[in-house]
């Protein structure tokens, strides 16, 4: 079988955790992908010995900052199979990374924006390529010329929203620029999963990590799923996204992203 390459952002959360040691069993030589290297040295050497895969390794990187995006890039020398984009952040009050971006809108919008421009030539020529952007079902409230809360007052929630409609628009406008390229791009709510994410706007969750990684994964390896591009799904379910029928706002939308 022909070696199969992926990397996972946000790997070390409960859900990207769960959505790694998935992707371990199924053979990926893996990288997993996050800030903390202390966290990220951990979660591999424990996938190594669960999954009895020795094809794990991990890069520290900050999925909020674009050069350090386009340096991990110019780093990597093997094909690429499967990106599956995790990272989030939902900080309390507003943050700015260190060139003044807005912390939710640079980690959890720029950052899979980033990771595709960059990664997606790696991808060219593969069998079955796949993009996952792990999206939601709480999406809503953006405001295209308030994507950074300048003008309204920033509220974690609203951020949160913002972004993941923000991920379910942009899953659209990369599946038509990659079809010709054979690269399928899906967006996945990932389940009602209690983590510190969650916990920071203020929720639990009722479902297990293991059921939370369930879409993705099933967006990542079901064979069934070659060659369905721009679609949304949730609960192993594809399901209509009303946010990408805005055309106007989706390419208005990714030429902003463009513009960063």
């Known amino acids: 079988m022909e070696q199969r390459y992926a990397i996972l952002t946000g790997a070390y959360?409960?859900?990207?955790?769960?959505?790694?040691?998935?992707?371990?069993?199924?053979?990926?030589?893996?990288?997993?992908?996050?800030?903390?290297?202390?966290?990220?040295?951990?979660?591999?050497a424990e996938l190594q010995q669960s999954t009895i895969n020795s094809k794990i390794s991990f890069h520290t990187l900050d999925l909020s900052r674009r050069q350090e995006i386009e340096n991990f890039s110019r780093q990597w020398n093997k094909p690429l199979d499967l990106l599956v984009n995790n990272a989030a952040a939902t900080p309390r009050s507003r943050e700015e990374t260190p060139e003044g971006i807005e912390m939710q809108f640079a980690t959890n919008v720029l950052g899979y924006f980033w990771m595709i421009k960059y990664f997606h030539p790696f991808m060219e020529g593969r069998d079955d390529a796949r993009i996952v952007n792990v999206?939601?079902?709480?999406?809503?409230?953006?405001?295209?010329?308030?994507?950074?809360?300048?003008?309204?007052?920033?509220?974690?929630?609203?951020?949160?929203?913002?972004?993941?409609?923000?991920?379910?628009?942009?899953?659209?406008?990369?599946?038509?620029?990659?079809?010709?390229?054979?690269?399928?791009?899906?967006?996945?709510?990932p389940?009602?999963?209690?983590?510190?994410?969650?916990?920071?706007?203020?929720?639990?969750?009722?479902?297990?990590?293991?059921?939370?990684?369930?879409?993705?994964?099933?967006?990542?390896?079901?064979?069934?799923?070659?060659?369905?591009?721009?679609?949304?799904?949730?609960?192993?379910t594809q399901t209509p996204c009303r946010f990408s029928q805005d055309k106007e706002a989706v390419k208005k939308l990714f030429e902003i992203c463009e513009s960063y």
């Not at 959360?13 to 290297?37: D, E, V």
């Open 191 to 236: 389940g009602d999963v209690s983590s510190k994410l969650s916990n920071n706007l203020g929720y639990g969750g009722w479902e297990s990590p293991e059921q939370g990684a369930a879409t993705p994964l099933f967006c990542s390896i079901d064979p069934s799923l070659k060659g369905i591009t721009g679609k949304y799904f949730e609960n192993k």
């Open 13 to 44: 959360g409960a859900i990207g955790s769960a959505i790694a040691k998935g992707l371990a069993k199924q053979g990926f030589t893996l990288l997993l992908a996050g800030r903390n290297a202390d966290k990220l040295e951990k979660l591999t």
């Open 135 to 189: 999206a939601s079902y709480w999406a809503g409230d953006l405001e295209l010329n308030d994507l950074e809360f300048t003008s309204r007052r920033y509220n974690n929630d609203t951020a949160y929203r913002q972004t993941k409609q923000a991920d379910r628009m942009l899953t659209t406008a990369f599946a038509e620029k990659l079809e010709d390229n054979n690269i399928t791009v899906l967006a996945a709510h």
